[in-house]
């Protein structure tokens, strides 16, 4: 037999060993792919079972909080939306809240707001529940806002704005003033309308309210999606007084002449003061003038003396809406 030329039997060589590489390359692929199957099958049968659990620890809270104070329904809607709306991450940040009303507001703000797992957390961390207007109602109240919401989607004043807004993102120096306050929200604007909540847009600052022969201008003005309205914004140093209201009265309804948009509701403000009397806030009876006061805070305090205030401030909120809600039992002569 007669042999091959050195060249042709070195080609043959390397030939062959390339088919050998490439033969050994595909097996190698074969079992890597076994191995992500392999793993990939028992990260989900983990998973599984961690739902499994988690599902049945939800059932079982639901069952003893809520439908042996004979709510069924009102529990078999809440285990619907978690089931319908939430992935099991956001279902850990939310079973330990001990409230089913706060539980249900924040399902439905993350539902409605489509909150991540670590907004959802910040939110919960900042108190933001107890921070609503909402939840200074009567429980039959904030029940019946958050099945209208649940339900149908549809967004209240008091679901959308809180008491107090915490501005210690800015960093404001001591003793800054008006035009501080309102430049650093604008340097930080996105910040703030985060912290504003969402559905909040950005319109103008400083707009100017010509009436007859003067101008006034207010501090900022935005726009919600939700609400399909306006929301003139004024911020106020020092604490609030009566006479903000007769001011923010003039620019609502100068935005609701000359600005509001056909199918839009009224214009609605907010009143961002350092401080406020709650006695004088409801005796001034805002709410039918579509004015909100709130309190801004541009440092924190200890989220233990601020949950303890915010409690505080929730249940005598309660406290005289339920004395409001009584029949007056004096007697007739």
């Known amino acids: 037999m007669a042999k091959l030329p050195p ?20 097996a190698l692929l074969v079992e890597l792919r076994q191995l992500i199957d392999q793993a990939r099958s028992h990260v989900a049968a983990v ?24 709510r069924a329904s009102y529990g078999g809607k809440i285990v619907a939306t978690l089931s319908r709306e939430l992935n099991w991450s956001k279902f850990r940040e939310l079973l330990p809240l001990k409230q089913p009303l706060e539980r249900e507001f924040y399902t439905e703000m993350c539902r409605i707001e489509r909150w991540s797992v670590r907004t ?53 120096p001591d003793g800054y003033s008006e035009r501080d306050l309102e ?7 996105e ?44 911020l106020k140093l020092e604490k609030f007084s009566p006479s903000h209201k007769g001011q923010m009265e003039l620019y609502l309804r100068w935005l609701d002449q000359n600005d509001r948009a056909e199918g839009e509701a009224s214009p609605i403000g907010l009143i961002l003061c350092a401080s406020a009397d709650a006695e ?30 915010l409690h505080r401030v929730v249940q005598l909120a309660r406290e005289r809406q339920a004395t409001l809600d009584q029949p007056n039992d004096k007697d007739e002569t």
Do not use: C
């Open 120 to 172: 959802l957390r910040e939110r919960i961390a900042s108190q933001l529940y107890l921070r609503s207007a909402i939840a200074k109602q009567p429980e039959s109240v904030i029940a019946s806002e958050l099945s209208q919401l649940r339900e149908g989607g549809q967004v209240t004043p008091d679901l959308v704005f809180r008491d107090p807004y915490m501005l210690d993102f800015l960093g404001l």
């Open 47 to 70: 998973a599984d079972s961690a739902a499994t659990m988690l599902y049945w620890h939800v059932g079982n809270k639901v069952r003893r909080e809520t439908l042996h104070q004979a």
């Open 183 to 189: 430049s650093a929200i604008l340097r930080d604007m």
């Open 7 to 26: 060249s042709s039997q070195a080609k043959q060589d390397a030939t062959a060993q390339v088919m050998a590489i490439e033969q050994s390359t595909e």
């Open 280 to 309: 004088q806030v409801e005796l001034m009876d805002l709410d039918s003038a579509n004015i909100r006061v709130a309190q801004y805070l541009h440092a924190l305090p200890e989220l233990q003396v601020l949950q303890t205030q």
């Open 191 to 234: 910040r703030f309308l985060l912290e504003l909540g969402a559905g909040f847009t950005f319109v103008a600052r400083q707009k100017r309210i010509s009436v007859g022969a003067d101008d006034f201008y207010l501090d900022l003005l935005f726009y919600h999606r939700h609400l399909r309205r306006l929301v003139a914004v004024e």
